[in-house]
């Protein structure tokens, strides 16, 4: 198992300490622990519609984003994708490594930007194994995430592509508030499963309406409370059960 480096005054009051903190997770770790993982980790930065990592990959990193949000995505054989969940500063991926595997069981992508601290499995392992409370956080998180995968494929099965397209829209905003979100027609279709004419159709009818200003791969929320109620009950469900553990 790896080991961690002392930590040390200056590391600790590090901007990259700091920056460290606007992960939920990392937020949860008593100073001298996140020093500790900050010393020996780096800042990744990833742009674009990137495929960060596969269904099946060792798992070496795990990333905690600190800005911008990845896709959890699973794939069948006939590379029909559809997403899960996506993971922003609230919580962590690559978290197959805390239950003991050591491949990853989804794919990984970026749809627009990421900033994550990178962290060696092994240093991650080793801070986890000594902090209960860290544990706990990471537990609730990952059965968090399930219970939205599983409300998911409710979503797929009886809500409508509009309904659902609004859901998904809210919660990238919620993952950079206020930015246009720079997604392709065929990236949303990839991500909702859905037909890209489907997404063209259900987009169309949210600008039509007033809610989104939509063009060319950029889309801007233009009224966030009738988006919100023209979003599925799934968008609600996910507010009404995020964490309220306190961090620390
Ligand atoms: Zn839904």
Known sequence: MAT????SLSVLA??????????????GLAEENLARIVAVSEFARFEGDVHLAGCGDKLTRVYFPVSGYASLVVTDATKSQMQIGLVGSEGVFGWESFTGLDQLLFDVYVPETLRALSVDVGVFRSVLADNEHWMMMHLEYLSRLFSVAARGVLCARFHTLEARLARFLLEVDDRHPGKPILLTQSTLSRLLGVRRS?????????????????????????????????ACDCYRYRIAHRSRRPST
């Open 4 to 7: 961690v480096a002392p930590t």
């Open 14 to 27: 590090s901007p990259a300490c700091v920056a460290a903190q606007e992960n939920r997770l990392l937020g």
């Open 198 to 230: 489907g997404v063209t159709n259900a987009a169309t009818h949210l600008q039509l309406l007033g809610l989104i200003n939509y063009r060319r791969g950029q889309i801007v929320i233009g009224n966030r409370h009738e988006l919100e109620t023209a």
